[in-house]
């Protein structure tokens, strides 16, 4: 782990150099690969629906979607259904929420739905692109520390790369997790931050081969070009270098539903000593072909990420890891104020904190269970805290998040 840690220190040096380079080429030379890049990505579609958020959804007939441009799923037979789907215990009818019970969707239903046979894909724009360091670069979180590394013993090199971390996991042998999740609309400080909460599946070590599935939502100005909240996915088997990017930004994950688009905005949020929305979020692999799927609350199989994307990830996890995410840029030396979560320690409790609850992993016998021993990992609590609990009404829960900069994180 010393290892690793100096070797992405010098790596955030190195990438801070690219990025210069690059955001200097941009205004001349860089329009060319940036529209090659567009008609890569956006496909003909078969209807487009304006969202009231400002995005266009393209429905995409379900085989020109980008996933087959994948070299290793050229010749791929698409599986509209999972051979299999776990079952464990069901919370799903407890009413902890609203008074109105309303269901969480996307904003862009408001506007229209994507017929039979196509999928819902999320227009990338030209700004969108233009944001991103680099064209290569859109789409990708960064390389460094995009994951906690609970084991590391080299906390502060960690803490330089600015991303904080609050999270609940586990280790051992994993096919899948679960877990319903409140939605809240943190603030960012500055562009180039962002504030998810998410669950990862992770295989592998944290060296060069990580291999990660990560779904949830996040608030994100510069993936994004606003402040909205937007239900998302990323995947890597390569600790975040050339494999892998958000939501269908690049070839990999396969999508058949055509109810949800992934990065599309999230309707109701959670407001503070008041209505509270939650999302479920389970992934999980099938024991025969061995995709790892994806469902969307209760009925929602949005799609599934073909095991030859992976490589430890082809055979299970090794750990699950649910909580949030946050860059700290520290730009005028201070602690950021972005949020993460609704902005509240754990402490303030159900209402008014951000929560997962209904926490189930997929054992080796492929059912649902709550985790035994729940470990938790935050950098600097003061920022950022996190806390486990059990009830019969919520099985394992974890509350999570805070403000950032206060008195006590300066
Ligand atoms: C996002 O929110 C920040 C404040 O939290 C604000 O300064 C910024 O203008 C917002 N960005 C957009 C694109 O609305
Ligand atoms: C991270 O850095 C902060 C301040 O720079 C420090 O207070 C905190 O103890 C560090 N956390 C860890 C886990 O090393």
Not at 65 to 88: C, T, V, Y
């Amino acid at each position: 782990m010393m290892e690793l840690n100096r070797f992405s220190c010098f790596a955030v040096v190195l990438c801070v150099t690219v990025i210069m380079a690059a955001r200097s080429s941009h205004a001349a030379g860089n329009e060319f690969e940036v529209v090659k890049h567009l008609n890569r990505l956006n496909k003909p579609s078969v209807k487009s629906i304006k969202s009231p958020d400002g995005d266009i959804i393209d429905c995409v007939h379900i085989s020109h979607q980008s996933a087959f441009d994948h070299p290793s799923l050229k010749n791929h037979k698409i599986q509209m259904r999972p051979n299999f789907h776990p079952e464990g215990v069901n919370y799903e009818s407890m009413k902890v929420l609203s008074e109105k019970q309303e269901t969480v969707t996307q904003l862009w239903h408001l506007n229209g739905n994507c017929p039979q046979g196509t999928i819902p894909i999320r227009r990338t724009k030209k700004e969108d692109v233009l944001r991103a360091s680099s064209v290569k670069k859109y789409g990708k979180k960064s390389r460094v520390s995009a994951v906690a590394h609970p084991n590391s013993i080299d906390l502060d090199l960690i803490n330089q790369s600015g991303h904080q971390h609050a999270i609940a996991y586990v280790e051992g042998e994993f096919y899948g997790a679960k877990a319903t999740m409140n939605v809240w609309d943190p603030q960012i400080q500055q562009p180039n931050e962002f504030s998810l909460s998410q669950i990862w599946l992770l295989g592998g070590s944290f060296a060069e081969d990580l291999n990660s599935i990560e779904a949830g939502w996040q608030v994100s100005p510069d993936l994004y070009g606003d402040n909205n909240t937007r239900f998302f996915t990323y995947w890597t088997s390569d600790a975040y270098q050339a494999t892998g990017c958000y939501n269908l930004l690049c070839s990999g994950f396969i999508q058949i539903n055509n109810q949800i688009a992934l990065g599309a905005s999230i309707s109701p949020i959670s407001k503070y000593h008041s209505s509270q929305y939650d999302i479920s979020i389970l992934i999980w692999k099938d024991p025969e072909q061995g995709n790892w799927w994806m469902q969307f609350g209760n009925g929602n199989v949005i799609g599934y990420w073909p095991a030859s994307l992976f490589s430890y990830l082809t055979d299970k996890a090794s750990m699950i890891q649910w909580g949030g995410e946050v860059v700290n840029s520290a730009s005028d030396g201070q602690h950021t104020t972005t949020q993460m979560g609704s902005g509240h320690f754990p402490e303030e409790g159900f209402g008014k904190s951000s929560y997962f609850r209904n926490v189930q992993i997929v054992d080796g016998s492929n059912s649902l269970r709550a985790p035994k021993d729940i470990d938790t990992y935050t950098e600097q609590p003061n920022c950022y805290d996190v806390q486990t609990g059990k009830s019969d009404g919520w099985g394992s829960y974890i509350y999570y998040g805070g403000p950032g900069r206060n008195s006590n994180c300066p």
